[in-house]
């Protein structure tokens, strides 16, 4: 077909021209998942790279043919791809059945039915340059053979037409109609989910591919999403890093790329004509992002974005808009011919001398640094940059009583600086530095105590020394660390102990070991957790007035309270109320007879640290000789009755001896009462009606006789 160029003279012009088109293999990522870039100078082969791609059977999918399809506003746009070289033979030869399960479970027909390439002369029409991926597809299919050298440059070749073609249909609607690998499905009444499966057969041989089974159905017009775009800065460079955009079906990637630039972010141009296609397989890492490095002129600022192409020939949104501008990376030259001296004041004076051997004409000016070690930039001693006219500085703060290390930095306008080799010098120093002021310290109470200070006024203190005493007239023992460079020191302290105040003083030491003075004193307080010496009990008395205990109290300095609290069998512990602290002495007469008590002292101090005795006191309640008599008794006169009735406490554990009196004034027994505390009795106008009574208990004891009322 010599309207069409040769298939090797495609492949050379697409591995050297500016397209930098590399196959997309079947779908963009569908069938081999490809995605880094290929640069046309790269040093592995392109053949070499289609073979590495065509064994990795790692990355091989499970159907001879891959189907997605895509909701648009003509209807569902079905493309497939055959994924191995033979089922894209038999395609070409046989074409793809595409079927669909009807609604009597019957597979039928989908189309034409029977999906192959166009014949030669239907590609005609599509000969000009705008159809650049039509030819590539015709010449994969028809194009001549240009193998010479066996079974295995054949097969390579044969590879390389496979991906091209499916490449070719994934860029151009039409090419992957012509290929045979696309289908627009528009009849609704097939827009709700419905079973399709699609493969190659061939009548006379027999040999087919597998089935690929898959379900499809409209769902509005599906649009993949944008790739998301980065830009970083280089020198003459602008880099421009984004992920891939689409998975609008879940995993579904785009095939390629346009790359747009524009100087006002409003009208924008292709960077390069054609589409920019990165590809992945075991030659190189797979990597989800894609790069492009667009030269350009440092100082101008350029806007851009990328817009996708889907594996239907459709263009995504465009991406976001990002801003980059060429930067200036390369330092100024280097300063030379260094120098250092001392002057009759003890300052440092410096020279140099700098040429632009770069020929930039860009530079800035000039810093100059001090440091005490050999390494380090250390400090910058000019507050604004020295004037490009300047070679001489003096340092009138020099370390002294230690080397010096200086160097000059030149900086262009674009931060750009070149750093001299260093130089170095001794200063003596025979002055103290200043004293630390303001020196404070905190406390928590895990006993971790942060002291701070302000540092003196010189630039050559080279660190600190802490001191520390017990009390704040004795002598400071220096605390055992090496000098320290920070205004502050933590430590940690013994809470243990009854030394409450710690006081400590600070000294400031330049690099010469010069010593300032002590700062002024400050002290530090720990929180007390050491609990107050326990109150015990002295003696006790127990008699039948109740339980009297005699304590000697805490000798602690610090007591706020002191509690007596009490329990007996069946009752919690409890603070006694109306017990008075400030006496040694206390009688408990709010008790019952023969009950046991327990008492015990709780001894707390101003930090509600509390001491409890180690032992408590037991004790036993008298028991009375006699119980305790009936303090009130009511006689009522009701229809010819007589009842009487008392209260006491606990009345039905005892037995109560009723007595009335008789003619001659005694008290005589009338009735024995068990557990009950009423007595009814009828009137008779004939007697007397004057009653005692009396209680008794079990284990034999009673009670005095109560008071006798009359009848009124």
């Not at 709010?590 to 001894?603: A, H, Q, S, W």
């Amino acid at each position: 077909m010599k309207e069409f160029i040769n298939l090797q003279n495609l492949i050379k012009s697409l591995q050297m021209n500016i397209l930098k088109i590399v196959p997309t293999l079947c779908l963009a990522v569908l069938c081999y998942g490809i995605n880094a870039q290929i640069n046309p100078v790269d040093s592995v082969s392109l053949n070499q790279y289609l073979a590495e791609v065509l064994s990795d059977t790692t990355t091989q999918t499970k159907n001879d043919i891959e189907v997605i399809s895509k909701s648009t506003i003509d209807g569902i746009q079905f493309r497939w791809a055959p994924v191995n070289v033979e089922t894209w033979n038999l395609g070409i030869k046989h074409g793809y059945t595409l079927e669909r399960l009807d609604n009597d479970n019957n597979y039928i027909k989908v189309g034409k039915g029977n999906f192959k390439p166009w014949e030669r002369d239907q590609w005609m029409p599509y000969q000009e340059e705008q159809y650049k991926y039509v030819h590539i597809a015709a010449m994969t299919i028809f194009g001549e053979s240009q193998a010479n050298g066996g079974f295995v440059e054949a097969s390579n070749e044969l590879a390389t037409r496979h991906s091209f073609n499916l490449f070719a249909a994934d860029m151009d609607k039409v090419a992957a109609e012509a290929s045979g690998f696309s289908y627009m499905e528009t009849d609704t009444t097939y827009f709700y989910p419905t079973q399709y499966r699609i493969f190659v057969h061939d009548p006379v041989s027999g040999i087919s591919s597998d089935t690929t089974d898959f379900i499809s159905a409209f769902y509005g017009v599906d649009k993949f999403l944008p790739p998301a775009l980065s830009v970083y800065d280089g020198d003459g460079v602008i880099k421009l890093q984004w992920e891939g955009g689409g998975h609008f079906l879940g995993g579904q990637d785009l095939t390629a790329y346009y790359i747009e630039r524009s100087a006002d972010g409003v009208s924008f141009s292709r960077v390069i004509p054609d589409a920019f296609v990165n590809v992945t397989s075991r030659l190189r890492n797979s990597n989800e992002m894609s790069t492009y490095i667009d030269s350009v002129s440092n100082g101008i600022t350029y806007h851009y974005r990328v817009i996708g192409v889907d594996p239907f020939s459709d263009l995504t949104e465009p991406s976001n808009v990002e801003t980059g501008i060429g930067i200036d990376l390369t330092p100024p030259s280097i300063p030379y011919s260094f120098m250092t001296s001392i002057n009759d004041q003890k300052h440092v004076d410096l020279s140099w001398e700098w040429s632009d051997e770069k020929k930039a004409g860009d530079l800035l000016g000039f810093n100059v640094y001090r440091s005490n070690e050999i390494k380090g930039q250390g400090q910058k001693l000019n507050e604004t940059i020295l004037s490009i006219d300047q070679r001489s500085f003096t340092d009138v703060a020099p370390i002294a009583g230690d080397v010096g290390f200086y160097t000059i930095e030149a900086v262009d306008k674009n931060n750009n600086v070149a750093q001299s080799s260093s130089t170095s010098i001794y200063v003596l120093d025979d002055i103290p530095p200043g004293i630390p002021t303001e020196l404070h310290g905190e406390i928590d109470s895990n006993g971790v105590v942060l002291l701070q200070w302000e540092a003196p006024l010189d630039k050559d203190v080279k660190g600190y020394e802490l001191f520390y005493s017990n009390h704040k007239d004795m002598d400071y023992i220096k605390i055992n660390t090496p000098i320290f460079k920070n205004n502050f020191y933590v430590l940690e302290l013994n809470l243990k102990t009854l030394t409450k105040n710690r006081y400590y003083k600070v000294v400031a030491v330049d690099y010469n070991y010069n010593r300032s003075d002590y700062s002024k004193m400050t002290v530090v307080t720990r929180p007390d957790i050491i609990p107050p010496v326990a109150s015990i009990f002295k003696r006790y008395n127990v008699t039948e007035d109740g339980i009297e205990l005699t304590w000697i109290a805490s000798t602690s300095d610090d007591v706020a309270s002191i509690e007596l609290m009490r329990r007996s069998e069946g009752v919690d512990w409890e603070v006694v109320s109306d017990f008075d602290a400030s006496k040694d002495i206390y009688l408990d007469n709010n008790i019952e007879d023969g009950r046991m008590y327990e008492y015990t002292l709780v001894t707390k101090d101003e930090s509600q640290n509390t001491t409890y005795p180690q032992k408590t006191l037991v004790l036993e309640a008298l028991r009375s000789y006699y119980l305790a008599k009936i303090e009130r008794i009511d006689l009522v006169e009701k229809d010819n009755s007589l009842l009487l009735s008392w209260d006491y406490k606990n009345s039905k554990d005892y037995t109560y001896i009723v007595y009335q009196q008789d003619s001659e004034g005694d008290l005589v027994t009338v009735k024995k009462l068990k557990g009950s505390n009423k007595y009814s009795v009828k009137k008779n106008k004939d007697a007397n009606y004057a009653f005692a009574v009396k209680v008794q208990a079990n284990d034999g004891r009673s009670s005095k006789m109560s008071e006798i009322v009359m009848l009124r």
